[in-house]
């Protein structure tokens, strides 16, 4: 069992930064994919913002490349996502998720992770 907790979240202004964190229990290395994805309201499909490889290959939601950047230390298995020039539509609840592969092509479908972490509230406004 894997069990994720993330941080970080909180208010930012328009082109503010954030950075958050997921923990991960035990040695997660580098045998799972690791996704940041997000919901913007209950009624909504979280979908995916990023995922990251255990060999560090990286996919990006469209709207967010170039402002966010995945990143992992599988030694201390944690994974991040650095969010710089944040917008309001950036406003969702932040979830991390893992799965467990060793393809070299990251995993950007939701039901493909098998651990989520419970999330982390961004918002983004003035």
């Known amino acids: 069992q894997v069990q994720l907790v993330e941080s970080g979240g909180g208010l930012v202004q328009p082109g503010g930064s954030l950075s958050l964190s997921c923990a991960a229990s035990?040695?997660?290395?580098?045998?799972?994919?690791m996704g940041w994805y997000r919901r913007q309201s209950p009624e909504k499909p979280r979908v995916l913002v990023a995922v990251i490889t255990g060999g560090g290959i990286t996919s990006y939601k469209e709207s967010v490349r170039g402002r966010f950047t995945i990143s992992r230390d599988n030694t201390n298995n944690t994974v991040y996502l650095q969010m710089n020039s944040l917008k309001p539509e950036d406003t969702a609840v932040y979830y991390c998720?893992?799965?467990?592969?060793?393809?070299?092509?990251?995993?950007?479908?939701?039901?493909?992770?098998?651990?989520w972490g419970q999330g982390t509230q961004v918002t983004v406004s003035s």
């Open positions: 998720a893992a799965y467990r592969t060793f393809s070299e092509t990251p995993s950007t479908r939701p039901e493909d992770y098998k651990y």
């Open positions: 035990g040695s997660i290395g580098s045998d799972y994919d």
